[in-house]
């Protein structure tokens, strides 16, 4: 198994690849900081990964992209499996008041997520197997005032990812949207946390499983997809009297 | 795994005292530490909260959770060299290690501990008189400074600074990971006998048959009984099964239950512990029990309960662990005994082991030759705080000493009797570094006001 993980010091990331490693899985790992990513490399190596390879990259760099890929596949000799976990949680009134801020979260979070698969898509498609896993977020089911610029970007990539399953679908590649709701990581560290918060271990190992079994969407926990068919089904006069 | 329990505020197992601290600081990556120097308030490490009292705590300081340094870093699996960051906890060891005939070398009573608690309170296990405490077994760690400095700490390299933080109580530093020596095992199971005894002198009896036959003895005992055999219980003993045949044989995994809530504070009283204590010695029909067990519920009965400390209620519980040396122990012991059980206080669960002769490089450490008693008690204002010190007079008079890793009260001045080289420790303390227990027990002045 030779699996490509574009945001891999990402703590759901992280856990995800632990189930990997444990089935001796080999990566390559992309992400920001070298050191960063050693930490986690040694930590997958020591659980059974065969072969580990890092490739420090900030995704924002777009022109960089394909570089990137062309270096997996080679060092690799190959990919099955590609997961797609970076992000950030962007501050919500400091996009409303900045149109810089806005757009430095959307190419994190959107275009950025949409060039690596428009790269990625011809590979698998060509090769006519393999699995793409994207972390979206129930946050891109309905736009709420609290995180909307989060909401729309991870949206645009949970529709694109639609598409591209249709495309995909024809060539045998599967490509799996996972929806997690608030987990307990760094990313969040600043939100006050009640019942419904999840741990990065059990999101990382639904994933996991979703990957294996090529699921179509996966809410994480599974208890979101009910919660978030009621709330996408609010009707909109109704909607807008609530401050979520 | 989800560690319950485990909430933004700080708190320490035994739920006793509450101390709030004035920042909780997570730290995620080893590369990016916080600058230590910077923070006003002194500072403590902190992962999963399993100390009893308040030796993990800081009233008004800085807590810094290291929980999040979970990674493994390498593991020699010719050697059986293991090396990890210092929020590691034990149950991810032994799940990384047990498939590959590895184990810990030297274990608490419960897995869900970190390795760098495990230094810094120098633990020990049923087997400390054949391995010593968990400090025996560590070859190096790294340790952050205040003053930004991070040392490689080993028997060899800044070797005074390694003694001090093994059973440290976390005031020398941050350790930021830990390399340690694993036991090799053959399968995941434990050759188990268990054996009732009806006085303490059948215990010291069986425990002097046993102790070279067994890797690990522990005895659970009820104290409650009164007269002169002063108490009764089951020995346990075991060693690692050496058969190749098991070794493949899968463990089923059972779903550990969750105490939901506190229980009242009626639940546990002396005429419950009393029912319980007569239910559990009478379990077992014939004196002697053999049995091949998992290591699990060997090592770690009560850890398939979680957050079983709701059972004592909001109140909360006092652990109570001492070491009285042979010479002198059989009659400090026999006094414990019969003080606590004129004070109408139950322990639900006491634990009666004795300890081996290795020493371990902890200057603080709190295992040394006898035997050790450890105790439960229900918080019940005054009355329990009176009897402990109390039980502390007594252990300090026969030469022993309580362990700090549960203790939320002793006293500074049986503190520095009980760890005489406290003095000599506390030059390797970092200037930015207390605890709750350190400022408590470390007055200077009050050995001299006595």
Same mark, same amino acid.
């Given at each position: 198994m030779r699996i490509l993980i574009i945001g891999a010091t990402s703590a759901i990331a992280h856990e995800t690849a632990k189930c990997f490693a444990k089935d001796g899985a080999e990566f390559f790992l992309v992400g920001r900081s070298l050191e960063k990513l050693e930490d986690v490399g040694n930590d997958l190596k020591v659980r059974?990964?065969?072969?580990?390879?890092?490739?420090?990259?900030?995704v924002t760099c777009l022109d960089r992209h394909q570089q990137m890929i062309e270096t997996a596949i080679t060092t690799l000799d190959g990919l099955d499996m590609v997961l797609i976990? +970076?992000?950030?949680?962007?501050? /919500? /009134?400091?996009?409303?008041?900045?149109?810089? !801020?806005?757009?430095?979260?959307?190419?994190?979070?959107?275009?950025?997520v949409i060039s690596l698969l428009t790269i990625l898509a011809g590979y698998f498609e060509q090769q006519k197997r393999g699995c793409i896993a994207v972390v979206s977020s129930v946050a891109g089911d309905r736009g709420r005032q609290s995180n909307y610029v989060y909401g729309a970007a991870k949206g645009g990539v949970s529709v694109f990812l639609q598409g591209l399953r249709n495309r995909l679908s024809k060539s045998g590649v599967a490509v799996v949207t996972v929806k997690p709701g608030l987990i307990d990581t760094p990313m969040t560290a600043s939100i006050r946390k009640g019942l419904l918060v999840?741990?990065?271990?059990?999101?990382?190992?639904? #994933?996991?499983?979703?990957?294996?079994s090529r699921k179509d969407v996966v809410y994480l926990p599974w208890f979101w997809r009910p919660i978030m068919l009621v709330v996408r089904s609010i009707p909109e006069a109704v909607f807008n009297r609530l401050s979520m | 795994m989800s560690f319950s329990g485990k909430t933004n505020q700080p708190r320490s197992w035994g739920r006793y005292p509450t101390v709030t601290p004035a920042e909780v600081r997570s730290v995620y990556w080893r590369s990016e530490l916080p600058d230590l120097a910077h923070f006003e308030q002194p500072l403590?490490?902190?992962?999963?909260?399993?100390?009893?009292?308040?030796?993990?705590?800081?009233?008004?300081?800085v807590s810094l959770d290291v929980s999040h340094l979970r990674r493994f870093i390498s593991f020699d699996e010719a050697e059986g060299l293991l090396c990890c960051e210092a929020g590691v906890s034990l149950a991810d060891v032994l799940e990384l290690v047990v498939p590959r005939g590895w184990f810990i070398p030297v274990t608490p009573g419960t897995k869900f501990v970190s390795v760098g608690g495990a230094i810094a309170n120098d633990v020990h296990g049923k087997n400390h008189h054949k391995a010593g405490t968990f400090g025996c077994h560590v070859t190096r760690f790294r340790l952050l400074r205040s003053n930004g400095e991070r040392l490689i700490c080993s028997p060899y390299e800044n070797s005074k600074l390694f003694e001090a933080t093994i059973g440290g109580l976390g005031l020398t530093g941050v350790i930021l990971w830990a390399e340690f020596r694993l036991k090799p095992i053959v399968n995941p199971f434990i050759d188990m006998?268990?054996?009732?005894?009806?006085?303490?002198?059948?215990?010291? &009896?069986?425990?002097?048959?046993?102790? /070279?036959?067994? !890797?690990?003895?522990m005895s659970w005992v009820d104290i409650l009984i009164g007269g002169r055999d002063l108490c009764r219980g089951i020995f346990m003993c075991g060693n690692n099964d050496q058969s190749s045949s098991l070794a493949s044989k899968k463990i089923g995994k059972k779903? %550990?239950?969750?105490? =939901?809530?506190?229980? =009242?504070?009626?639940?546990?009283?002396?005429?419950?512990?009393?029912?319980?204590?007569?239910?559990?010695? +009478?379990? /077992?029909?014939?004196?002697?029990?053999?049995?091949?067990? =998992?290591?699990?519920?060997?090592?770690? %009965?009560?850890?398939?309960?979680?957050?079983?400390?709701?059972?004592?209620?909001?109140?909360?519980?006092? &652990?109570? &662990?001492?070491?009285? %040396?042979? &010479?002198?122990?059989?009659?400090?012991?026999?006094? #414990?005994?019969?003080?606590?059980? +004129?004070?109408?206080?139950g322990s639900f669960l006491t634990v009666l082991k004795t300890f081996g002769t290795i020493q371990s490089p902890g200057m603080l450490s709190f295992p040394r030759p006898g035997l050790t008693?450890?105790?439960?008690?229900?918080?019940?204002?005054?009355?329990?705080?009176?009897?402990?010190?109390?039980?502390?007079? #007594?252990?300090?008079?026969?030469?022993?000493?309580?362990y700090p890793a549960k203790d939320a009260r002793m006293s500074a001045e049986n503190f520095q009797a009980f760890f005489p080289r406290w003095q000599e420790f506390s030059y390797y303390v970092d200037p930015h570094f207390s605890s709750s227990f350190w400022r408590r027990v470390s007055h200077a002045n009050t050995l001299a006001m006595v």
């Open positions: 059974g990964a065969k072969r580990i390879e890092t490739y420090v990259l900030d976990a +970076h992000g950030t949680l962007g501050d /919500q /009134q400091k996009c409303q008041r900045s149109v810089a !801020e806005t757009m430095k979260e959307f190419t994190t979070n959107c275009t950025s999840a741990s990065a271990k059990s999101v990382g190992e639904g #994933i996991y499983h979703a990957m294996k | 403590l490490p902190y992962a999963y909260g399993r100390s009893y009292g308040d030796s993990c705590l800081i009233e008004g300081g006998e268990r054996i009732q005894f009806s006085s303490l002198d059948e215990f010291m &009896q069986i425990s002097a048959e046993t102790d /070279q036959k067994y !890797e690990y003895t779903l %550990p239950l969750t105490v =939901p809530f506190d229980f =009242p504070s009626f639940v546990l009283n002396t005429f419950t512990v009393k029912s319980y204590n007569e239910l559990y010695y +009478h379990s /077992q029909f014939s004196k002697r029990v053999h049995k091949v067990l =998992p290591y699990e519920p060997f090592f770690y %009965p009560l850890d398939s309960i979680h957050e079983w400390n709701r059972m004592y209620g909001k109140r909360g519980f006092l &652990q109570y &662990q001492f070491v009285v %040396p042979f &010479q002198d122990g059989f009659a400090a012991m026999r006094e #414990i005994i019969g003080r606590i059980r +004129h004070s109408g206080e008693l450890a105790l439960d008690f229900a918080f019940d204002g005054q009355k329990t705080l009176r009897l402990l010190d109390e039980l502390d007079e #007594i252990v300090r008079q026969s030469g022993g000493a309580v």
